[in-house]
């Protein structure tokens, strides 16, 4: 799969890119969420991982705009913020689920298998 991967965290790219890729998906990481519609409209992505909590742009309002853009493609929420009305809003603005940091990597890992067009 590839997966692009928005974090203000650098070691969260880090980490979580290269566990994406020993494990056979193609990861693009980026810190900067305003770049974000462009890179889906100019790349393919079989998933978006995104942070909620990062400077200048706020990922549950980026959510609707990925949506508004390429209807179809899944989004999962990465995040430490563990609020459950959070949690709710941003399950009800259509992701395919919310993983809490820092992340267990079993679930990931069960959440791609879900999502992967092998499946």
């Known amino acids: ?3 692009l991967i928005v974090d203000d965290e650098p ?3 880090n980490v979580v890119g290269r566990w994406l890729q020993a494990k056979g998906h ?3 990481t980026t ?3 305003r770049g974000v519609l462009g ?3 100019k790349e393919n992505f079989d998933l978006v991982c995104l942070d909620l909590m990062m400077p200048h742009l706020n990922g549950l309002g980026l959510i609707p705009e990925i949506r508004e853009r390429k209807p179809g ?3 999962l929420v990465i995040s430490g913020v563990g609020d459950t009305r959070i949690a709710v809003q ?3 603005q259509g992701i ?3 993983l809490l940091k820092p992340l267990e990597f079993k679930k990931l890992d069960d959440i791609l298998k879900r999502l992967s067009p092998e499946s």
């Open 11 to 13: 070691d969260i790219l």
């Open 26 to 28: 193609a990861p693009v």
């Open 73 to 75: 493609l899944p989004i």
């Open 1 to 3: 799969m590839r997966i």
């Open 31 to 33: 810190m900067d969420p």
């Open 39 to 41: 890179m889906i409209e």
């Open 90 to 92: 941003a399950a009800k």
């Open 96 to 98: 395919e689920d919310y």
